[in-house]
Each structure stands twice: as C-alpha cells, then as structure tokens.
C-alpha cells in the first residue's frame, strides 16, 4: 500500500494573506511544515500543491516535491485530486499548509485504518475529539460530527448535532478535526461530483462525500492541532519554535 502526503496551499488567505510564506524561524511556514511531514517518516512521498509560483519555488529550490495547479479549485480535495490523478499511489493525506508543528500520532491513525481495512469498505478515514464546553458546542466554527455504532460518519454540521433534547442520556459531542486520509479513487469520484445542496448549505466540502454514498470512518484523538490562521498565531509559532 503506498502512502502519500499532500499539502494544499494557496497563496491567498483571508485572514491572513501570504501566511504560508512568512518567516518561522528562519524558514518559510509552508517550507517547514513540508519538512515536518517528511520527518515523520509515515509517507512513502510528500508533495506540496499551490496556485503560488513563489510556494512551488520554495519548496523545489529547497529539495522538496511541489505540484502547480492547472485549474482554480473551491475545495483541498479538488486541488489534491488533479494533482494526484496521475500519480500510482493508494492513501492520500491530507496535510493542513499552516501547521508546521506536525503531530505524527494522528496522522498514524488514519492511516491505521486502511491498514485494518482489509475488504476496503472504508473510502475516508478523519479524526474528531470530545468537547464538553457548552461555547464549543454551540460554536459554528465547530463542525461537529456524528457517528453510527461503528464509527462511520453520520453527518457533519456546524449546528449542534445531536440536539440536546434530553439532555441526562449520556450524548458525547464530536468535534471535527479536519485531517483526511483517502482512497485515491474517492478522491477522484470527488473531483468529478457536482455540490448538491447540503455542501453548499454547510459549507463543507465533507458532505459531498456523504451525500454520494462514500464512508467516512472517524477515528477518536485528543489532538489539537496548531494552525496559523492569524498574525498573532505567527508569533505564538515563533515563540514555540
């Protein structure tokens, strides 16, 4: 079974325009977190893909493996499927750009689950983690999910999912943590799919997966991962480093 690791990244940001190419340390965010995907040894390759002539440069003139995007995409899984519809691999990974204090441990996980999946009856593998705080639950920017007795996903929603109705029968809520792992043939079915209309609603590009019949096995984790979405993430990141 061969494992890749891509990386999606877009040069514009709106929150913070340009962040993958802002010093950390003496390297570049994007340049370091590609490096912490190689160091975990997990993959069998790793590629960066970017809309960015200055993203693709960095990454080649500094040994790495970057792929430019032919088309505009809305989705990661867009952008991932063209550049990986040529390539002979089975498990792609999807590796979030601005996260370049990459934690091996659930990455394993996902993988994990392709390894264990011997009748491949799993298309998507993805983690969530428990949340309890009232604000968290009720946060949109919270996507929960929600899981049948096997650990295939329900639905997502950034609503509150399940609601709490009675609330004495011990619900669990799940917070999406949005590291993929897929079957490369999913990820191709994907990028062929039109949006229906629970994506569209949502947001989320999770649920065009669901809404055609793919299975989503979530895995449970503690883990939070540490994004750089803002300026003052950058220098909590500089800090850290």
Known sequence: MKVIAVIPARYASTRFPAKLMQDLGGKTVILRTYEAAKNTNLFDDVFVVTDSDLIYDEIVSNGGKAIMSIKEHES?????????????????????????????????????????????KVDLAS????????????????????????????????????YPREVNVGVRYFQHIGIYA?????????????????????KLEQLRYLEFGKRIKMVETTHVGIGIDTPEDLEKARKML
């Open 76 to 120: 990661g899984s867009d952008r991932i499927a063209e550049a990986v519809a040529n390539l002979d691999v089975d498990i792609v990974v999807n590796v979030q750009g601005d996260e370049p204090f990459i934690n091996k441990e659930p990455l394993e996980k996902v993988i994990e689950v392709f390894k264990n999946d011997a009748d491949k």
């Open 127 to 162: 983690l969530m983690r428990e949340i309890a705080n009232e604000e968290d639950i009720n946060n949109p920017n919270n996507v929960k999910v929600v899981v049948d007795q096997n650990g295939f996903a329900l639905y997502f929603s950034r609503s509150v999912i399940p």
């Open 182 to 202: 897929f079957r490369k043939q999913a990820l191709l079915d994907f990028y062929s799919l039109p949006m229906k209309s629970l994506e569209a609603s949502e």
